[in-house]
Each structure stands twice: as structure tokens, then as C-alpha cells.
């Protein structure tokens, strides 16, 4: 699939990465049900090739589910049963705050690129994604995209997005989820600098979700260097903080925000879901290709 | 206590006014750098994990070590002072002897750095403030600092005065006083009192060679002939080449020699003047004999050239007078005549009163003109005339100074002849005085200061009312000297030295004596000396008395004496010597060529520059481990 330089496509990654891409896939901690067929295993038994259980023959079951070998061994009728792969639903959420727009490269962009290659390896594996941009609720969505021809109208949907207002991570799921949605795989790419801190996504829980959580943090946010007093300013509330930066309260900072991000990932392995960490210096490539595999949420 | 050198009313406003301004720039302070981060959020916790009851402590103390930094940096950069703590007293003593004079490397006297110093230190006191030389130029009283910049400003190198500390003003309370002495070290000043006086050295050591003697000395063998010695001495810790020259004025060179001179090192030396042409004796300018000496990176000019006034060449024509007869007429100018300086003449009273030839002297031999004569004279045995001192009695015996002098009969008088300092007088140079007997005495009425030798009592030689002195003396009084006893009768003319006390007598007249040099400093002249031109034509001040005419001859050089008969007459003064040529002899350390004054306690500046660096590095500790905020 050729990608010109000058497509969505192009602004976000080449066309070897997305060719990449291709190969991969996504990957949910649960078994979840899919509406269509797909490429992901679900517990719903249909007419995969993939061997799952046998079950006693009912009348109505098509014979040529029944495993004759079995009938011989055992003197039953047991049909073969087989796991369905179906399509796996991925909600994107994009953090399209205004605190995303800090650092260089900016958040948001190494963030939309995350999105656009979960997206685009979704759509190659015939899944059914939602992009969601939020910051104080949903600004901007594009619902239930599915396969590798969709690939483009998601790239072309997130190159258009401009970050801007406060983050509710929250109300957008609130939101979000107010409609009926399968259950599916939400993958959140965001700072994670919202007051509301990670029970923000308490409601992914009770709707059954698998939740990916992908916090990016900008290296100035990690380990500041200011060397005066200064006036910190929130992007996106304006509220003002003064500092003395001296060392002693950098190296307090570095733990504090050291801090908030482990909570964030113990506040998602208690809930059995997945958290990887993104520094806006790690080559997008390798993050794609080397944590998201390693940690095994792509394959 | 003093803050850059302001009256405290001043220094009041002053730190009302810092205190505007630092209140001005508070409030005016800029707002911390605003810096955009994508959320407070963590900031908000940093801030928050603070322990909130300490903060205000924490910024409290960084304030005060901040504010302790600045204030001491400021009263160290203002020149604080604590000289004055207290109310102490300030005394400034500046050293202006000669040795001052010398120059440094960068160009400067010792003395200008002397005087820098102390304008440094000068208002460092509120209570009191003195300022001194040691040359009496400038006595101990207490100023403003305006006036005491005035007075140092106008202090100045007195080459020929004796330097000696200022007595300390009897009120003064020396346990709170500070006593600055701001010297080279080459003078010996006595301290004046008990107070501990703290040394300023301004001592650096220089190279200076320099002229320390050039005087006329008669040859001995022959009391005609003059020699000039001349003595150069190199004052410095290490050797110098130097160029000597002698020339009269404006003349060609009679000596030009090279010395090398080893540090410390004299060298001495004669110049024969026979055959030399200097002043013929009838010249009314004489002409001086000039040595100077030069070499390389020389830091005392003052001792470089020495002037000399060599004896009149020629024989003094004397006219022995009598009253026409008799042998001791002959004897006295066949004595006379034994001097070679002396072109005798024996004439009657007659002869004198119908010729009058030219003659230097007179002298009359128990006989006197019925009225003072028009020529220094002098005047043996003498008889009675108005116009010299009334004969009280004949005879005696007398003692002069400590020898007892034997007068023969028919003595009648005497009592002592005291211990008057006239023992020194020159006429007697030379005389045994224990073999003198008088034989025969006459007592004059004579007031005191008319007597050269004796006393009033018994005056053995008298001197007319305005007789001549150093300096030659005006025609128109001319002098005369008087005998007291008579030679016929005397066994002085069988002494030896009985023609030696005439020449000398004779030539105590004046324009036929040789000129004699004087030391540079305060001279006592003539009454009839009009003006005093100096060594560069300057006329230099006098004070005139009806005995005297003061006049402080400082600077070595011919000085140029014009009388109020029109008589001009000149007189050499120098050198200096050899404690102002070396330059360098001194206990004091070496002065800091910054011109840094080194006190006995450590300059408060420093210790206020050390308590701010101190402070400040607390600071930033403090500050960098978040102790502070």
C-alpha cells in the first residue's frame, strides 16, 4: 500500500513503517467476543479452525461437526467445537488537551503517532476501531472503522486533530459509553496529568473493557532543569505555582512525578489491565516496534 | 564609626536614601520567569510535601543571610571604618624630611605616597583629627577634614630641616587615640610620648649616589693654598656607575671622572684649586665651583650637585698705622708681613691722613683716627677716643673658658672671662691657650654683645657695634676690632702662633676671608642684607630683626646677598650629607607598592569582604540542598 509523502498517512509515519505495521497485531488480555469475523480468538465457539471442546450432540448440530473417531473410542456422539476468531472492538482515546502540546517533539504529535499506528494495525487486522479525541469531554470521534481500506480516513482524522481545552478523561468516557459498545479493547494515549488522577477510568471496569493505558511523558516533564525561582503555569488551567528550583526540590519533583506514574500502573495491574510508559525521546519506531511488542500488546 | 568618608548626618540621609531605594526596587522587582509546563499538577505535590511550618522560617533566614551578605559588602565597598568606634581620637604625622623626596618606580615621591595614605585614612575619625609634619612646618592641632586635605596637600619636603616627632597635645587621651606616622623610616624620630604610634612604611628601595661633602680646606702645610673635598657616596643596596663632574659656573670642566661605586660605598677625593681661575678679589660676583654627579634610575635629585665658593685669589693688602714711631710698629708689620695672604704696608698717621692708597684692612698700632675709619680695622692697644669703648681699669688675670691666662703686673683688675662660646671664635683658631700670658690688660665699658672674647668683666677682644659678620659687611660702617692689650708688653708676639691670631684677625674683615659654607637650614645674616636670591634666582623670604636677618637657606646652591649699601656677597650651601643620601637606611618593611596602609589590626574591610564571601557561600549551600528557600 503505497503512502505519498503528502497524504494523512505520510504526516504521521512512511510507507515502510506502514508496512510494518501490516504484520502486526493487536492484542487484548481477554477473550473478547467479536460481531464479525476476525483474526481474534474470542470464547464465543463458531466456525473457526482453531480445536476448542467437545460437547454432547443435540439434535440440529450439523453432522459433519460430530467427531466420529470419538464415537468409536467412546460409544457417544460428541460434536467438536471450535473457537470463533472474531473482530476484536479497539476504542482509541486520544488525549487532545491542551497539556499535550507541551514539549519537543510535542506530546501530542508522539501521542497521535501511537494512536495512528494502533489504529492502523487494528484496521489491517480487520478490527473494528473508534478514534476518540477528548480533553474536557469527546472534541472529536470517528466511530467503528474496519478494514485496511479504513486506514487512511483514521490517519486522515487524526492529522486533523489540534489539541487544545482541559483534560476529563472521565466525562469522555462517560460519554463515550453512554451509547451501547461491545466490549473491546480501550486503549488510552495520554499524559495522565488529570486531576481526577487513574479513577478516571474507573467506569472501563464495570463495562468489562480490556484497557490499555499509555502515559507519554516529555523528558523536560520528567527531569526539569530550571535553575531560579520560578512561576510554574498550568497549560491548561492557568493556575500558578511558585518554586525555588533549587536541587533539592528538582530531585523531589523527579520522585513525585516518578510517583505518579507507578501509581498509574498499579492502579491498572490491579485490575489485571496493561500500562506502558512513553518518553517522547524514544524513536517512535522502536516504541512501536520494541515496547509495544515486548510487552506484548502487539504481535 | 565612619562610612565612605561622610559626616554622619551625611551618612544618615545616606542609608535613609539606600533604604528608599531598596524598598523601591522590592516593590518593583520583576515576577518570577513564568515557565509553561503541561500541568501543576506535580508541582502542586512537590509544593505541597513542604513542611508549610517551617517555610516561613526557612525564607526567613535566607533572607537575613542575604541581606547580611549585601550590607557587608556594601560597607566594605564604602570603606567603612572603625577607627573611630567610640569616639578615638586620629592623629596623621607625615614625615617630610628629606629622604622623602625620593622617587619611587612609578615616578612618585615617598612622600606623595605618604600623603595618599593618609588622605585615605583622614576621615576615618569623628572625635578628633590631627595632622602633623616633623618639620615643624605644621604643628599638631586638630581639624576639619577639610581643612586637614587643605594642609596635607600643602605639605612638602623640607630638605634641611631636623625631622622630630610633634609633641602629642597634652589633652589628648592616647587610650583613644590613634596615632598614624606615615614615614620612610630614615629619619630617627623620637617618639614624643608614650602613645603607641603606628608605623606607615612608605619605603620602597631606590638606587641614589650623592654628593655628601664638597667643602674648601686649606692645605695645612701652607695656609694659601685651598683644596676642595669632595666626597660622593653610593646609598643604595647595590652598585651604581656614576658620572662625576666639576666645573665653576658656566665653565669648562676642571674634573670628569667615572666612578663605580659598590653598594654603601664612599668615595673621597682633593681638588687642588692652585692655578685655577676662579674669583679675582675685586670681583663683586665670586664665582662657584659646581660638582655634580649623575647616573642611571637616581631617585634623589636633591643630593646630585653641591656648590662651593673657593677663597678670593690675590693677597690682602694691609696698612699697619702707628702714630710715627717706635719698634712695636715694625714688629707688628713685620709680622703681619710673614703671611703670604697679606701685602703689608707700614704708613704714619700722617701718611694716612695725606695718602690714601688702597688697602683691604687697616691696622693701628696704639694708635686710633679721631673718628671711626672708612676700612675694616683692627685697633691694638688703642688710646682713648670717643667713638671707642671707655677704659675702666688696666691689669688683672683672667681665665678663658677653662685655661687660666696669667696677667702680669701692674694688673688691677679682672675677674673671669666666663665660659663664653666665644672660645670658638676663629681669630683664636689655633692658639695654645695655657701658654698665653697677658701682660698687661685694659678694661673696657664695652656692652655685652660687642665682646668676641672675654667677658664684660674683662674683654680681651672687642668688636665694633656692627662688625662684620659671615656674609662680609657694608663700607659704609665699616668694622673694627680692638685689642685690649698691648703686644709690647705682651708675651703673646713671641708665640708662635701670635702671627696666625693676626692673619686671622685680619682676615675676619670680610671681603678678603674666604667664604665660608653653610649647612642647609634656618641662617642668622647680616642686618644690612637687603635680599636673598636663591640657588634658582628666587627671592627667598626673611625675617628681619635689628640684630639679625633670618632667612631659611634649604635648598644646597649659591645664594646671592645684596645689601643696603649695594655690596653683593654670596654664600654656598650643602650638600646635604650622607643620612639624606642613604635613602634606604631604614628598620621599616618595605611599603606595599599599592600603597596599601598596613595597620596593626586586620583592615576592617577585609574582614567584612571575608564575612561576605562566608555568607555567601552559606547561601548557596543552603540553598542548592533546599535548607533555605
Known amino acids: 500500500m503505497p503512502v505519498a509523502a503528502s497524504s494523512p498517512a505520510g504526516e504521521l509515519f512512511d510507507h515502510e ?3 510494518k505495521l501490516e504484520y502486526l497485531k493487536l492484542v487484548a488480555r481477554r477473550l473478547l467476543p467479536g460481531a464479525f469475523k476476525g483474526e481474534h480468538r474470542s470464547r464465543k465457539r463458531g466456525s473457526g479452525i482453531e480445536f476448542a471442546d467437545y460437547r454432547p450432540y443435540v439434535e440440529g448440530d ?6 466420529w473417531a470419538a464415537y468409536l473410542r467412546f460409544d457417544k456422539l460428541l460434536v467438536r467445537l471450535f473457537e470463533e476468531e472474531g473482530d476484536l472492538p479497539i476504542y482509541l482515546f486520544l488525549d487532545a488537551s491542551r497539556s499535550m502540546e507541551i514539549g519537543d517533539p510535542m506530546k501530542f504529535d508522539y501521542a497521535r503517532k501511537v494512536v495512528a499506528a494502533l489504529g492502523a494495525v487494528g484496521l ?16 472529536e470521534q470517528i466511530p467503528k472503522l474496519r478494514g485496511p481500506s479504513q486506514v487512511f480516513r483514521a490517519l486522515g482524522f487524526l492529522s486533523k486533530i489540534e489539541p487544545g481545552g482541559e483534560t476529563d478523561l472521565g466525562k469522555a468516557i462517560r460519554s463515550f459509553f453512554a451509547a451501547p459498545a461491545r466490549r473491546g479493547l480501550v486503549v488510552v494515549v495520554s499524559d495522565f496529568l488529570d486531576a481526577a488522577g487513574p479513577q478516571a477510568l474507573d467506569l472501563i471496569g464495570p463495562l468489562r473493557h480490556d484497557l490499555l493505558a499509555v502515559q507519554v511523558w516529555s523528558p523536560l516533564e520528567l527531569r526539569p532543569s530550571f535553575a531560579s525561582r520560578i512561576e510554574v503555569v498550568d497549560a491548561e488551567t492557568g493556575g500558578r505555582v511558585r518554586i525555588e528550583a533549587t536541587p533539592a526540590l528538582l530531585r523531589r519533583y523527579r520522585d513525585t512525578a516518578e510517583s505518579h506514574s507507578q501509581e498509574l500502573q498499579a492502579y491498572c495491574r490491579s485490575r ?26 502487539l504481535r | 564609626m565612619t562610612f565612605v568618608h561622610i559626616a554622619p548626618w551625611l551618612g544618615a540621609i545616606a542609608v535613609l536614601l539606600c533604604a528608599a531605594v531598596f524598598l523601591g526596587l522590592y516593590l518593583l522587582k520583576p515576577p518570577p520567569q513564568a515557565v509553561i509546563v503541561p500541568s501543576t499538577l506535580v508541582w502542586q505535590r512537590v509544593a505541597d510535601q513542604q513542611p508549610r511550618r517551617n517555610r516561613w522560617l526557612r525564607w526567613l533566614v535566607s533572607l537575613l543571610i542575604a541581606t547580611a551578605t549585601g550590607v557587608f559588602l556594601v560597607l566594605a565597598l564604602g570603606g567603612l571604618e572603625r577607627a573611630n568606634a567610640g569616639g578615638r581620637d586620629l592623629v596623621l604625622i607625615i614625615d617630610n624630611s628629606a629622604t622623602m623626596a625620593a622617587r619611587r618606580g612609578d615616578g612618585r615621591t615617598r612622600l606623595d605616597h605618604a600623603k595618599a595614605q593618609a588622605r585615605a585614612r583622614l576621615d576615618s575619625s569623628a572625635a578628633g583629627l590631627y595632622l602633623a609634619d616633623t618639620t615643624g612646618d ?10 586637614a586635605r587643605e594642609r596635607l596637600d600643602r605639605i612638602e619636603v623640607r630638605l634641611a630641616r631636623t625631622a622630630r616627632l610633634p609633641p602629642l597635645p597634652a589633652d589628648l587621651d592616647l587610650e583613644r587615640t590613634d596615632v598614624l606616622l606615615f614615614t620612610d623610616g630614615v629619619a630617627k624620630l623620637v617618639p614624643s610620648s608614650a602613645a603607641d604610634i603606628e608605623t606607615v612604611s612608605a619605603l620602597v628601595p631606590a638606587r641614589n649616589a650623592g654628593i655628601t661633602a664638597f667643602r674648601a680646606v686649606p692645605v695645612p702645610a701652607s695656609p694659601d693654598r685651598v683644596e676642595a673635598f669632595l666626597e660622593v657616596a653610593n646609598g643604595s643596596a647595590t652598585a651604581i656607575e656614576a658620572e662625576l663632574r666639576v666645573a665653576p659656573e658656566d665653565g669648562a670642566a676642571i674634573l670628569e671622572r667615572r666612578l663605580e661605586l659598590a653598594a654603601g660605598e664612599t668615595w673621597s677625593g682633593l681638588l687642588d684649586l692652585r692655578g685655577i681661575a676662579l674669583t679675582p678679589r675685586d670681583s663683586r660676583t665670586p664665582t662657584a665651583l659646581v660638582a655634580t654627579i649623575t647616573a642611571d634610575g637616581d631617585a634623589l635629585d636633591a643630593d646630585d650637585r653641591a656648590f662651593l665658593l673657593p677663597p678670593p685669589t690675590g ?3 694691609v696698612g699697619v698705622v702707628s702714630a710715627g714711631s717706635g719698634g712695636s710698629t715694625s714688629r707688628l708689620a713685620s709680622t703681619l708681613a710673614l703671611d ?5 704696608t707700614a704708613l704714619t698717621a700722617q701718611e694716612l691722613a695725606t695718602a690714601s692708597p688702597r688697602f683691604d684692612v687697616l691696622v693701628f698700632d696704639r694708635w686710633a683716627p679721631d673718628a671711626p675709619p672708612r676700612l675694616p680695622s683692627l685697633l691694638v692697644a688703642p688710646p682713648r677716643r670717643d667713638w671707642l669703648p671707655k677704659i675702666v681699669a688696666n691689669g688683672g688675670h683672667v681665665s678663658l673658658g677653662a685655661t687660666r691666662l696669667r696677667v702680669g703686673p701692674p694688673a688691677a683688675v679682672i675677674g673671669t672671662l666666663g665660659n663664653r662660646p666665644s672660645v670658638d671664635q676663629e681669630s683664636v683658631t689655633g692658639l695654645v691657650l695655657e701658654d698665653l700670658e697677658i701682660q698687661r690688660l685694659t678694661v673696657y665699658d664695652v656692652p655685652p654683645e660687642q665682646i668676641l672674647l672675654g667677658d664684660s668683666s674683662s674683654p680681651l677682644l672687642i668688636a665694633s657695634p656692627q662688625h662684620a659678620g659671615a656674609s662680609g659687611n657694608a663700607k659704609a660702617t665699616p668694622p673694627w676690632l680692638l685689642f685690649t692689650f698691648d703686644p709690647e708688653r705682651s708675651n703673646l708676639p713671641l708665640h708662635a702662633e701670635y702671627p696666625i691670631l693676626l692673619a686671622g684677625l685680619v682676615e675676619h674683615f670680610g671681603p678678603t676671608g674666604p667664604t665660608p659654607q653653610l649647612a642647609p637650614g634656618l641662617h642668622e645674616l647680616e642686618p644690612s642684607v637687603r635680599l636673598v636670591r636663591g640657588p634658582t634666582g628666587a627671592v627667598i623670604s626673611t625675617v628681619r630683626s635689628p640684630a639679625s636677618v633670618l632667612a631659611e637657606l634649604e635648598r644646597p646652591g649659591i645664594y646671592r646677598l645684596a645689601s643696603d649699601s649695594g655690596a653683593l656677597s654670596a654664600l654656598a650651601v650643602g650638600p646635604l650629607g650622607s643620612a639624606v643620601t642613604f635613602i634606604n637606611r631604614s628598620t621599616l618593611t618595605v611599603a606595599d607598592p599599592s600603597g596599601a596602609t598596613r595597620g596593626r589590626r586586620p583592615p576592617l574591610r577585609s574582614l567584612l569582604i571575608g564575612a561576605a564571601l562566608l555568607l555567601g557561600a552559606i547561601e548557596i549551600v543552603t540553598r542548592s540542598q533546599g535548607w533555605t528557600e
Open chain 1, 17 to 19: 513503517f506502514l508496512r
Open chain 1, 62 to 67: 450439523p453432522l459433519r461437526d460430530v467427531d
Open chain 1, 124 to 139: 489491517f487486522n480487520l478490527d473494528r476501531i473508534s478514534v476518540i479525541a477528548y480533553a474536557d469531554g469527546i472534541r
Open chain 1, 272 to 297: 489485571g489491565w496493561s500500562y506502558l510508559r512513553a518518553e517522547t525521546t524514544t524513536p517512535f519506531e522502536d516504541l512501536i516496534l520494541g515496547a509495544f511488542r515486548q510487552g506484548r500488546f
Open chain 2, 138 to 147: 605644621f604643628g599638631l592641632v586638630t581639624l576639619s577634614r577639610t581643612k
Open chain 2, 315 to 317: 693677597a690682602i693688602a
Open chain 2, 340 to 344: 703670604d695672604r697679606l701685602e703689608v
